[in-house]
T-cell receptor, first 110, second 118 residues
């Protein structure tokens, strides 16, 4: 079965720096991969989608890469702000359903 | 746009009672809705896919007789936890797809319902 791995340790980062999160998967490459943000006690909020034939996607201060050879996606938050503090979830397409990683917490220190 | 609401936001009930959770797409029609469960510091686990006008598709290991799903209209899906037990205490989240907006694969999530069974 597909395993989705995100770093369990929180990422503490200074305001203004770039936060980089990793999502690794083990088996078949999905047709697309998504990143969501989740705040405590709230539902996830969609951020970005990247397809298997795309190398990189950007949205404002966010950037996502997708390497099907490495079976990895990287998620970058540039010029990080305290408001970016949250848990970021990687989600993979599995036959038109989404499988989520456990998420990686980011703490931006002012 | 693409707002999904859930009601109630939290519920406390006694063991053995049934609890109904509503999921509504407020500004779009959702032919497909999804129900997830999330335990603390764990990933969202898909429980079932709810299709308007037809039976829900349950994931392996999810008891369909315990978690009743009804998708009676294009804007409403309900999840009923029957004969709830303390181990059913969790954060239940629904999501919906808006086929007319952006990526068809994107899911819009509700705010979640916290269930505590005593």
């Amino acid at each position: 079965s597909q395993k989705i791995e995100q770093n369990s340790e929180a990422l503490n980062i200074q305001e203004g720096k770039t936060a980089t999160l990793t999502c690794n998967y083990t088996n078949y490459s999905p047709a697309y991969l998504q990143w969501y943000r989740q705040d405590p006690g709230r539902g996830p909020v969609f951020l970005l989608l990247i397809r298997e034939n795309e190398k990189e996607k950007r949205k404002e201060r966010l950037k996502v890469t997708f390497d099907t050879t490495l079976k990895q996606s990287l998620f970058h938050i540039t010029a990080s702000q305290p408001a970016d503090s949250a848990t970021y979830l990687c989600a993979l397409d599995m036959n038109n359903r989404l499988a989520f990683g456990k998420g990686n917490q980011v703490v931006v220190i002012p | 746009g693409a707002v999904v609401s859930q009601h109630p936001s939290w519920v406390i009930c006694k063991s053995g009672t049934s609890v109904k959770i509503e999921c509504r797409s407020l500004d779009f029609q959702a032919t497909t809705m999804f129900w997830y469960r999330q335990f603390p510091k764990q990933s969202l686990m898909l429980m079932a896919t709810s299709n308007e006008g037809s039976k829900a598709t349950y994931e392996q290991g999810v008891e369909k007789d315990k978690f009743l799903i009804n998708h009676a209209s294009l804007t409403l899906s309900t999840l009923t936890v029957t004969s709830a037990h303390p181990e059913d205490s969790s954060f239940y989240i629904c999501s919906a797809r808006d086929l007319n907006r952006g990526h068809q694969e994107t899911q819009y999530f509700g705010p979640g319902t916290r269930l505590l069974v005593l």
